[in-house]
């Protein structure tokens, strides 16, 4: 344990994995949900933008389907915005801006994202790209509880529905809806403590659908912190229709999407 802290405190800086290799079936546009457009901006980009509004990251990679020359060229976009940001600013520092390859499955694409970070980090956010919407704070929520010293943190909201078990055509249980959350991204990690789950665990395994549950199953304690609304992740045709209604009510709604 204490071999584990003084590497700890030897680390430094915090890095954003964005997984936006998905081909979005469920969308049905015929083209990689992060190249969707969203407010005239592909989704992508509205993601970049609360990453590094957050001012969390001192790297961030982003993992691309393979070949995408589109979202190729809005990462160059963001690093270039990025270096010249700094440049302006001499007290900021270098937030390093990196593309990869994704997998077949997110848990490949996490994995690839993870094994380009800079080994100096400390502390790992995972983040889907499709939650286009999600704001800076909840990014700034995340990363402080792993730096207060939370092994793994996830940001959750109340579920609204009553959720029931089913097997076949027939309900089996109705768990208690009071101790139910849906859980989102920015997932928070101890960079140490992911990479080891990572690396003992098979990306193929369709029950892994999360970071958070490598870490339950590897018998890390999982926290929460406060979700918000925005932060839904861009799944259905539906949900376009949604992200494309608060980009255009932003004023209304007390968001601030750069644009
Ligand atoms: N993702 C990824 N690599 C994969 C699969 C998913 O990087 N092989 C990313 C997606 O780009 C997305 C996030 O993981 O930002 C959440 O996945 P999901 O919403 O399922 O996106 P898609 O897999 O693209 O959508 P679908 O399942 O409808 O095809
Ligand atoms: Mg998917």
């Given at each position: 344990?204490?071999?584990?802290?003084?590497?700890?405190?030897?680390?430094?800086?915090?890095?954003?994995?964005?997984?936006?290799?998905?081909?979005?079936?469920?969308?049905?546009?015929?083209?990689?949900?992060?190249?969707?457009?969203?407010?005239?901006?592909?989704?992508?980009?509205?993601?970049l933008?609360?990453?590094?509004?957050?001012?969390?990251?001192?790297?961030?990679?982003?993992?691309?389907?393979?070949?995408?020359?589109?979202?190729?060229?809005?990462?160059?976009?963001?690093?270039?915005?990025?270096?010249?940001?700094?440049?302006?600013?001499?007290?900021g520092?270098?937030?390093?801006?990196?593309?990869?390859?994704?997998?077949?499955?997110?848990?490949?694409?996490?994995?690839?994202?993870?094994?380009?970070?800079?080994?100096?980090?400390?502390?790992?956010?995972?983040?889907?790209?499709?939650?286009?919407?999600t704001?800076?704070?909840?990014?700034?929520?995340v990363?402080?509880?792993?730096?207060a010293?939370?092994?793994?943190?996830?940001?959750?909201?109340?579920?609204?529905?009553?959720?029931?078990?089913?097997?076949?055509?027939?309900?089996?249980a109705?768990?208690?809806?009071?101790?139910?959350?849906?859980?989102?991204?920015?997932?928070?990690?101890?960079?140490?403590?992911?990479?080891?789950?990572?690396?003992?665990?098979?990306?193929?395994?369709?029950?892994?659908?999360?970071?958070?549950?490598?870490?339950?199953?590897?018998?890390?304690?999982?926290?929460?912190?406060?979700?918000?609304?925005?932060a839904?992740?861009?799944?259905?045709?539906?949900?376009?229709?949604?992200?494309?209604?608060?980009?255009?009510?932003?004023?209304?709604?007390?968001?601030?999407p750069?644009?």
């Amino acid at each position: 344990m204490s071999d584990k802290n003084s590497q700890h405190s030897s680390r430094a800086g915090v890095g954003v994995v964005v997984v936006a290799a998905g081909s979005g079936q469920r969308l049905g546009q015929g083209i990689p949900k992060a190249r969707v457009l969203c407010g005239g901006r592909t989704l992508l980009e509205h993601s970049l933008d609360a990453v590094l509004a957050s001012g969390v990251a001192t790297a961030v990679v982003v993992v691309l389907p393979a070949g995408d020359a589109v979202l190729s060229s809005v990462v160059a976009r963001a690093a270039a915005q990025a270096a010249a940001h700094t440049a302006e600013d001499a007290a900021g520092a270098v937030v390093e801006i990196m593309e990869v390859t994704g997998g077949a499955t997110r848990t490949a694409s996490v994995r690839a994202g993870l094994d380009a970070l800079p080994p100096s980090v400390a502390v790992v956010l995972v983040h889907d790209a499709a939650r286009a919407l999600t704001p800076p704070a909840v990014f700034q929520r995340v990363a402080a509880a792993v730096a207060a010293g939370a092994p793994a943190v996830v940001p959750v909201l109340p579920v609204v529905d009553t959720v029931k078990v089913v097997v076949g055509d027939v309900v089996t249980a109705t768990p208690d809806r009071a101790s139910l959350r849906a859980v989102q991204t920015p997932q928070g990690f101890d960079a140490d403590a992911l990479r080891a789950v990572h690396a003992s665990s098979h990306a193929e395994d369709p029950a892994v659908t999360d970071d958070a549950r490598l870490m339950e199953v590897h018998g890390r304690a999982v926290h929460v912190v406060e979700g918000d609304a925005l932060a839904f992740k861009v799944t259905t045709p539906l949900d376009l229709v949604i992200a494309e209604a608060v980009l255009a009510q932003a004023p209304v709604l007390g968001v601030s999407p750069t644009t």
